[in-house]
Nanobody, 123 residues
């Protein structure tokens, strides 16, 4: 299973970015997808998750109302639309997929990870 994340960059506070995660190697639509992020000298934290069909989503409190996770199973791709970005959103963002159809929250429950894409929000 391979995940390829893209879409990061440098943006001013208040701006937007859309991250993409393209999966290959197994049936994408059977498994949940999550986005995590890791800031310098901090642990990896859950940002958003989406179930296999896309019917269930969940978000970290810090991003609720600003970020939207979605997926297009016909394209084997998940997305993270990030609006009203803040400097504290600066981190490397990773997409991950588990062996479950439902959303899970522990880092250890995700077996497959993308390479990460840097998001930097300037004030």
């Amino acid at each position: 299973v391979q995940l390829q994340a893209s879409g990061g960059g440098l943006v001013q506070a208040g701006g937007s970015l859309r991250l993409s995660c393209v999966a290959s190697g197994r049936t994408f639509s059977w498994y949940a997808v999550a986005w995590y992020r890791q800031a310098p000298e901090k642990g990896r934290e859950f940002v958003a998750g989406i179930s296999d069909s896309g019917s269930d989503t969940d978000y970290a409190d810090s991003v609720k109302g600003r970020f939207t996770i979605s997926r297009d199973n016909t394209k084997n791709t998940a997305y993270l639309q990030m609006n009203t970005l803040k400097p504290e959103d600066t981190a490397v963002y990773f997409c991950a997929t588990s062996d479950f159809g439902r959303i899970t929250y522990g880092v250890s429950s995700y077996d497959y990870w993308g390479q990460g894409t840097q998001v930097t929000v300037s004030s």
